[in-house]
């Protein structure tokens, strides 16, 4: 073999590892390449993979259930009536606190007439017409629609306390409700018969320039002595025998204050009132509980308007 020949020889002998080895680099690189390639779908799923394990995590929860629901207390036509349904019942009929919920005679009549109630209901089912069927499941609806509402206003609508300033404001501006009254005390004189026309012009005469006067028994006195025929009293509001017309004229009048000559039954009357006396209320310290409760409900009342009121402007309605 010649020179030539061995010289090609030694070549290929000491760089065909290397190539080798480049070679198995290159395909090391293309597996790492294409390893790397399939592993960024995996990155890109960690998202859903993580929102699938959140659903199936909710999924593994218990489902809800109430206090006793899963207790069977009996079965009508394979229909279940629960302990719940025995608890809530007799809290519906003789309220929460009441002693006889745990009496055992109290509960097993309670229970059959849960049955008895469950086994008529079925039997309408059977019976009941679409139209009626539609009716009943519309009025359902409305229920449910109650008891959230009353719900959410439980929940929602919390009242503002009832304040010492706004039980102090209350009690001044209404005094009447806590003993406070004006009393007014009239002079009136009435003539006894029917007069005639000289006595009545008299009569007038003498009211027109002595009516004003402070001194009523004076006044009447004079009219007596002008030889007319009247009658002098003090009367008040509270006076049964005060005729109504009378009664709507003189609750009118300003403090000594005359009333104009009323004629009724064929006799003259005209009224003064004399004096006002004012009785104060109750004090305050003495009715304050009382004030505190009959506002309460009041403030009650202003929270729902406003949680109403909150409710409506973040939903969209839309009258049709």
Request: hydrophobic share 35%; aromatic share 6%.
């Amino acid at each position: 073999m010649n020179n030539k020949h061995y010289l090609t020889l030694a070549l290929l002998i000491c760089f065909f590892p290397i190539a080798l080895c480049s070679g198995c680099s290159e395909k090391k690189d293309e597996n790492s390449t294409a390893s790397s390639q399939q592993s960024n779908p995996i990155q890109k799923d960690a998202g859903s993979d993580s929102k699938t394990q959140k659903k199936q995590n909710i999924s593994n929860k218990p489902p809800v259930m109430l206090q006793g629901d899963d207790v069977v207390m009996a079965t009508v036509n394979d229909e279940k009536i629960t302990l719940f349904d025995l608890e809530f019942g007799l809290e519906r009929m003789l309220g929460k606190t009441n002693p006889k919920i745990k009496d055992t005679k109290t509960r097993k009549n309670a229970l059959k007439n849960l049955v008895l109630s469950k086994t008529l209901a079925q039997e309408y089912e059977k019976e009941i017409t679409p139209e009626e069927k539609l009716r009943i499941d519309k009025k359902i609806k409305l229920y449910r629609e109650e008891l959230l509402v009353t719900e959410y206003l439980r929940q929602h609508a919390r009242p503002d306390p009832v304040s010492d300033e706004l039980i102090e404001r209350y009690y001044y501006e209404h005094p009447e409700e806590y003993g406070s009254q004006t009393l007014q005390s009239y002079e009136m004189i009435s003539t006894t018969r029917q007069m005639d026309a000289k006595e009545k012009d008299i009569f007038l005469a003498v009211l027109k320039y002595g009516a004003q006067t402070d001194d009523w028994d004076n006044f009447y006195r004079t009219l007596k002595r002008r030889g007319c025929p009247v009658v002098y009293r003090k009367i008040n509001l509270n006076d049964k025998s005060l005729h109504k017309t009378i009664r709507i004229i003189i609750k009118k009048l300003a403090l000594k204050e005359v009333s104009p000559v009323i004629p009724m039954n064929n006799r003259l009357h005209i009224v003064r009132l004399e004096k006002e006396m004012t009785i104060p209320p109750k004090p305050l310290r003495e009715v304050e509980d009382a004030i505190r409760r009959s506002l309460r409900p009041i403030q009650l009342k202003k929270a729902i308007k406003i949680a109403k009121e909150q409710v409506l402007k973040k939903n969209t309605i839309i009258y049709h």
